[in-house]
C-alpha cells in the first residue's frame, strides 16, 4: 500500500509539472498586430505546446489593464507605450523583443480594376472617435485626395468595409492586408509604427520568456515578414 501510495504521489507530482509545462500564456496586443501574432501562435504551439491565447487590446488600455493586475503575460505594443509600462515597474528584468516595423498602407481589393482614388471613396480613421490613427492628416500630409473620404473608428473598420465593397480604398497597416487585398501605389505615404513584446510582472505563468526567445528566431521572423511586419535592423 505504501508503495502504491507513493507511486500515485510521484504520478501526480509528474501530471503537475506536465500541465505546468504545456499551459498557454496570455497575450494582450494592439489590435492590428493580432493577425501577425495569431500566426505566431499556431508555430508556437506545434514547437512547444502553449497556446497563445491573443487579445487585441487600444494601446492606451494595456497600461490601465496592468495597474488593476489584469493578467498579461507578454504585451507586444507601441515602444512609448511599453515605456509607460516600464517607468510604472509593471515590466520584468527579461529584455524585451527586437522591434518590428508596421507600416500604413492604401489598400484595395485584388478582384477588379478600382477607379483612381480621386474618383473614388477611402475608407480611414476619424480622429473624433479615438480609435487612430489621423488618417485624414496622414493622406493629406502623403499628397492623397480621395474624392470622398468617409471615416471609420480604427483600420479594422476601414477594412471591413473595404471587404465588403462599400468603399475601393482604406487606410491601413500592413499586418491588416488579407490575401484578398493589396496595397495600392502611395509614394507620399511613410508612417510606420514600431511594435516590441515583453514579459509583465502580471504574469502568472510559467516560462514567458519562451515566446520571447521564440520571437528571436529567424523562423519567428520568417512568419512576422510573411503576415506584414519588418524586423527593425
Not at 515566446?211 to 528566431?217: D, E, G, N, Q, V
Amino acid at each position: 500500500m505504501k508503495f502504491g501510495s507513493a507511486m500515485l504521489a510521484t504520478l501526480a507530482v509528474a501530471a503537475t509539472a506536465a500541465q505546468a509545462a504545456t499551459t498557454d500564456l496570455v497575450v494582450h496586443c494592439d489590435p492590428p498586430l493580432a493577425g501577425p501574432l495569431r500566426d505566431i501562435a499556431v508555430v508556437f504551439y506545434a514547437k512547444s505546446n502553449v497556446r497563445l491565447r491573443i487579445f487585441p487590446t487600444a494601446p492606451n488600455a494595456i497600461p490601465a489593464q496592468l495597474a488593476r493586475e489584469i493578467q498579461n503575460d507578454v504585451i507586444v505594443t507601441q515602444p512609448e507605450v511599453l515605456a509607460r509600462v516600464g517607468a510604472a515597474g509593471q515590466l520584468t528584468d527579461f529584455p524585451p523583443s527586437a522591434r518590428w516595423r508596421n507600416r500604413l498602407v492604401i489598400g484595395t481589393r485584388r478582384e477588379g480594376r478600382p477607379r483612381p482614388i480621386e474618383q473614388a471613396v477611402c475608407a480611414a480613421p476619424d480622429p473624433g472617435w479615438g480609435g487612430g490613427p489621423d488618417g485624414p492628416a496622414l493622406l493629406a500630409a502623403a499628397g492623397v485626395r480621395p474624392g470622398r473620404l468617409l471615416g471609420t473608428f480604427d483600420t479594422d473598420e476601414a477594412r471591413t468595409l473595404l471587404l465588403a465593397g462599400e468603399v475601393e480604398y482604406a487606410l491601413l497597416h500592413a499586418s491588416e492586408l488579407t490575401p484578398e487585398l493589396a496595397p495600392s501605389a502611395a509614394p507620399g505615404l511613410t508612417v510606420e509604427l514600431l511594435a516590441i513584446a515583453a514579459v509583465t510582472r502580471s504574469t502568472r505563468r510559467p516560462n514567458p520568456e519562451a515566446l520571447l526567445r521564440f520571437l528571436a528566431t529567424e523562423q519567428a521572423a520568417a512568419v512576422l515578414r510573411a503576415a506584414g511586419l519588418e524586423p527593425v535592423t
